[in-house]
């Protein structure tokens, strides 16, 4: 068995892969890190004694999973699980924003996902076993006033997980969605809004946690999975207020 996970060189990514690790699946790590990825790879392969492959790609510019893709096959390696992990998300006013910026994400963080899903669970169903992983976000349940591009392709990705996870079932593939909330990781200094720090003290969980708890569920063959006790609760309560109080209360929390 081997999983591939892209965003791989840190953060839940990263941690997932050791998941994977414990139970002896062979992994391909996806990232643009490479130095990064070859360490952790190294520590993996001596700790586990597992087989890990680095493809170091940019997974944000155009036709990367077509490119991807060819690389896995040419290495004659089989995909049992494919985790789109990889995403990034942007801090401040839409119009003000850099468009660059958000066109990357949108490639990003929809269009890689959907490509790589398209080839690799066409060759789950071809075979009739399979697990797809999608990270989406506690933002794929509400409006993302400030960050409004990155939310929106987080409810992509729930919405496109949730109905290929119906299509895909029959075949004996199974489609999952973590939908973590802020975890202690790079991507707020990367979004603009600044690092949270790793800290015992944290609000915020480690993003081994995260990992730990994804991967437990997706074993599980769990279809959307949130973590976090008030993170489920905020992302569940929303459903019965109104959509402007939502949008309001959203930006208030995003502004400040």
Known sequence: ???????????????????????????????????????????????????????????????????????????????????????FGDNGEFVDSDLQKQKDMINLNILTLTKLTHLFGADMKARKSGSIMNVASTASFQPGPIMAVYVATKHYVLAFSEAIAEELKPYDVYVSTLCPGPTQSEFGEVAGFGKIVPSDSSPFPKADKVAKFGYAQMKKKRVVFIHGFKNALQANLVRFIPRSVVRKVAYAIMKN
Do not use: C, W
């Not at 892969?17 to 699946?25: G, L, M, P, T």
């Not at 130095?35 to 990367?64: C, F, W």
């Open 1 to 87: 068995m081997t999983a591939l996970i892209t965003g791989a060189s840190a953060g839940i990514g990263k941690e997932l892969a050791v998941e994977f690790a414990k139970d002896k699946v062979d992994l391909i790590l996806v990232a643009r890190r490479e130095a990064s990825m070859l360490a952790h790879a190294a520590e993996l392969q001596t700790k586990y004694g597992i087989q890990v492959t680095v493809i170091a790609l940019d997974l944000s510019a155009p036709n990367r999973a077509n490119e991807l893709y060819a690389k896995v096959k040419s290495l004659r390696l089989q995909v049992s699980t494919l985790v789109n992990n990889a995403g």
